[in-house]
């Protein structure tokens, strides 16, 4: 299994960035995936899921309505829209094919990609 990130960069405040994660090695349509990240300093931190059908999508209070989460079935990469980023935002962004509880993450896992970087400053 291999999940590869991509997408991240250095924003201002109020600004919009769209993730996306290539997958390979995985029935990626029968999985459902989730984005995380981990602050600087901090832990990881669940940040949204999508089932595998797509119809379910459950987001962490903080995002909603700022985040979008989705995913095509049949060219398989999953993505995350992400507008009026704030500073709190920042951090490196994971997708993995574990769903919330989120197991910690460790180096080799998987079921987890290597992350790409989201940094909000003005």
């Known amino acids: 299994v291999q999940l590869v990130e991509s997408g991240g960069g250095l924003v201002e405040p109020g600004g919009s960035l769209n993730l996306s994660c290539s997958t390979s090695?995985?029935?990626?349509?029968?999985?459902?995936m989730s984005w995380a990240r981990q602050p600087p300093g901090k832990g990881i931190e669940y940040v949204a899921g999508i089932s595998s059908s797509g119809h379910f999508t459950p987001y962490e209070d903080s995002v909603k309505g700022r985040f979008t989460i989705s995913r095509d079935n049949a060219k398989n990469p999953l993505n995350m829209q992400m507008s009026n980023l704030q500073i709190d935002d920042t951090a490196m962004y994971f997708c993995?094919?574990?769903?919330?509880?989120?197991?910690?993450?460790?180096?080799?896992?998987?079921?987890w990609g290597q992350g790409t970087q989201v940094t909000v400053s003005s």
């Open positions: 090695g995985l029935r990626f349509r029968s999985e459902p």
């Open positions: 993995t094919t574990n769903w919330r509880p989120l197991p910690p993450r460790s180096e080799g896992d998987a079921s």
